[in-house]
């Protein structure tokens, strides 16, 4: 266990709804992150938030995707009108001001039906 | 796009050292060289990092020769549960504000 937690750990969804996952990062962490895991694949950078300001988006994070991290502690990643090609592991990661490292969560893994 | 360029997959026996290759061909002069590894159906979880010369720890070695385009990690006595993934990384030490994943090394260790 990393410290960081993210929540669910699975969900399946209709394609066409909406889904929300959240990321709890080790405390006193300013720096945030989230990557999307296909089968196969490394991690995808997604995003990435140092405390609550989003400082870099990755041209993958469609109109569909948005993250906020509201008062820079937990952060949240939702999807709209899922599509099927959203199935993947969606990971977050947290650093702290040393810069040297990132611990991840174990991801949420979502199913689009 | 990753930054390095490892092998695909490697096999291993039990017991037996293994040493994974990266080419760090575009690192800049304040990037660190990282290595993660990870586990199916887990977040990946750092091993060591380095900038130059020989790094140990109580998992891996890391060999990083002078001009920095490469390197080396090393498990000693690998056992089953080091089948893993294992990416290298340029970490961008000012910022870290993008970390860049390949597609990693699945390594396979056998009985």
Not at chain 1, 23 to 33: F, K, Q, T
Not at chain 2, 20 to 41: E, K, M
Not at chain 2, 48 to 57: D, L, S
Not at chain 2, 58 to 78: G, M, N, Q, Y
Request: hydrophobic share 30%; net charge positive; aromatic share 12%.
């Amino acid at each position: 266990d990393t410290g960081v937690s993210q929540d669910p750990r699975h969900k399946i969804t209709k394609r066409g709804q909406n889904v929300t996952f959240r990321c709890d990062p080790i405390s006193e962490h300013n720096r945030l992150y989230w990557y999307r895991q296909t089968l196969g694949q490394g991690p995808e950078f997604l995003t990435y938030f140092q405390n609550e300001a989003q400082l870099e988006k990755s041209r993958l994070l469609s109109d569909r995707f948005s993250a906020e991290r509201p008062k820079g502690s937990f952060s949240t990643l939702e999807i709209q009108r899922t599509e099927q090609g959203d199935s993947a592991m969606y990971l977050c990661a947290s650093g702290g001001t040393a810069n040297t490292e990132a611990f991840f969560g174990q991801g949420t893994r979502l199913t689009v039906v | 796009l990753a930054k390095t360029t490892q092998p695909i997959s490697m096999d291993s026996y039990e017991g037996q050292e293994v040493n994974i290759t990266c080419s760090h061909n575009n690192i800049a002069t304040n990037d660190y060289i990282t290595w993660y590894q990870q586990f199916p159906s887990q977040g990946p979880r750092f091993i060591i990092q380095g900038y130059k010369t020989k790094v140990t720890n109580e998992v891996a070695s890391l060999f990083i020769p002078a001009d920095r385009k490469s390197s080396t990690l090393s498990l000693p006595r690998v056992s089953l549960s080091d089948t893993a993934v294992y990416y290298c990384l340029d970490w961008i030490y000012s910022s870290a504000s993008k970390i860049i994943f390949g597609s990693g090394t699945r390594l396979s260790i056998r009985p």
